[in-house]
């Protein structure tokens, strides 16, 4: 795996206390790309509700900022099963098709293979063509159930670089958020 940059962005892991930014995103999203990130349509309130930070907490989600706003996400939750997890992306229409998608998750990718992780899942709807495409870029296996295609990755297991690499990772990502936000306190109001 190697880190993919995106002109304008960076892609790093959201923090406690900006799930704010998360909620933003996802009610942001057109109604096309709301459908395809939750498999139909859902309302606002739906939203706001799904993106509560107690809702979130185990959750693992790293987003793509642009000038310190959330544009696309990827969120990796543990399944019931022992070692298997969910991943879902949503990236906003003028994002789209720019290898964001392709950057979030391998970011993704690192975080399940570090917490052993085994078998990824992702579900999307059938007309997805864009998610399909990303999940066999990562050599997933397709398989179509009832107007929905599920991949599934394999993970490695973790060793001592990918912990560091993701640690590398986080540390950079701190960093920005803290002059994201040191930057939004300073501009006029």
Known sequence: MHEHLIDGGTVRKLWIGESEFYRDHLLRLDPESRRNRFGGAISDEFIRTYAEPSRLTDAVIHGFFVDGVLRGAAELRPLGARNEAEAAFSIERPWQSHGVGTALLE????????????????????????????????DAELTFDFGSVIGEVETPHPTPISVMRELVADSTGLATAMLDVQSRLLKPA
């Open 107 to 138: 970011r993704t990718l690192l975080a399940a293979r570090n917490r052993q992780i085994k078998l990824l899942h992702m579900t999307c709807l059938a007309e997805n063509q864009r998610m399909q495409q990303l999940a066999l870029k990562f």
